[in-house]
C-alpha cells in the first residue's frame, strides 16, 4: 500500500534561519507531489506541484523553494526564514487517472 | 479563478442528529471533487472522491452527491457521533490542483 511521510512534525526557527522540510512516498510510481500551507484561519494554498524529477512549478511567489531530486522525495526550503512562513506544511501526493489526493500527516513550523 | 465556498462556516448539533455539510464552485470544469476530514492539528483524512461522471459517492454513514451542472457537492453523515467532531474540507481537482474551501468545523455533542 503506499503511505507518505513527512517530518518534521513540529519545528520552531528563528527569523532568518534555514528550513529544510522532508516528504517521501512509499508504493508509488512517478507520483504528482504537492507542498500546500495552511495558516492560522486561513484555508489551504498550494504553494508548488511537481510532476517529475526536477520538475517544480511554483503557484505563488514567495520565500520558499521545493526541489525533486528523487522520483518519490520532495523538499521545502528557505534560505531565510521570515515571521509570516510560520503555518502548518502539508504534503501531498496524487497519480495521474484520478484516485484522488493523500495528504502527510503535516509540519507546524513556528518562527520566531 | 477557481472559488469553493463552504457553508456553514460552523455547525453543533447533538448526537444521533443527520448532518449536511455544503460545497459550491464557481467552475464546473472540474476533473472530480474530493472531501476531506481534518483534526486539530492533524493532516487531512480523505472520505469521499466524486469523479466528474459520477453522481454520488457512499461510504458507510457518510453520503457525498456532486451537480456539476449546479456547481453544487453535498457531505450527508448519518446519525452522527461525537467522533465525528472536526473540519471537513472539501476540494475540488482541476488538472494538477487543488483548490479547498474554507472548511465546516462540526461539533457533535454527547
Known amino acids: 500500500s503506499q503511505t507518505i511521510h513527512q517530518w518534521p512534525a513540529t519545528l520552531v526557527q528563528p527569523v532568518g534561519s534555514p528550513l529544510s522540510l522532508e516528504c517521501t512516498v512509499e508504493?508509488?510510481?512517478?507520483?504528482?507531489l504537492y507542498w500546500y500551507r495552511q495558516a492560522a484561519g486561513r484555508g489551504l494554498q498550494l504553494l508548488f506541484y511537481?510532476?517529475?524529477?526536477?520538475?517544480i512549478s511554483s503557484e505563488v511567489p514567495q520565500n520558499l523553494s521545493a526541489s525533486r531530486p528523487q522520483d518519490r522525495q520532495f523538499i521545502l526550503s528557505s534560505k531565510k526564514l521570515l515571521l509570516s512562513d510560520s503555518g502548518f506544511y502539508l504534503c501531498?501526493?496524487?497519480?495521474?487517472?484520478?484516485?484522488?489526493?493523500?495528504f502527510g500527516s503535516g509540519t507546524r513550523l513556528t518562527v520566531v | 479563478k477557481q472559488e469553493v465556498t463552504q457553508i456553514p462556516a460552523a455547525l453543533s448539533v447533538p448526537e444521533g442528529e443527520n448532518l449536511v455539510l455544503n460545497c459550491s464552485f464557481t467552475?464546473?470544469?472540474?476533473?472530480?471533487l474530493q472531501w476531506f476530514r481534518q483534526d486539530p492539528g492533524k493532516g487531512l483524512t480523505s472520505l469521499l472522491l466524486?469523479?466528474?461522471?459520477?453522481r454520488e459517492q457512499t461510504s458507510g454513514r457518510l453520503n457525498a452527491s456532486l451537480d456539476k451542472s449546479s456547481g453544487r457537492s453535498t457531505l450527508y453523515i448519518a446519525a452522527s457521533q461525537p467522533g465525528d467532531s472536526a473540519t471537513y474540507l472539501c476540494?475540488?481537482?482541476?488538472?494538477?490542483?487543488?483548490?479547498f474551501g474554507a472548511g465546516t468545523t462540526v461539533t457533535v455533542r454527547a
Open positions: 467552475d464546473s470544469a472540474i476533473y472530480n
Open positions: 511537481s510532476v517529475g524529477i526536477g520538475q
Open positions: 466524486i469523479q466528474s461522471s459520477q
Open positions: 508504493g508509488t510510481s512517478n507520483p504528482n
Open positions: 476540494a475540488v481537482v482541476e488538472g494538477y490542483k487543488l483548490s
Open positions: 501531498a501526493w496524487s497519480v495521474i487517472g484520478g484516485y484522488g489526493y493523500t
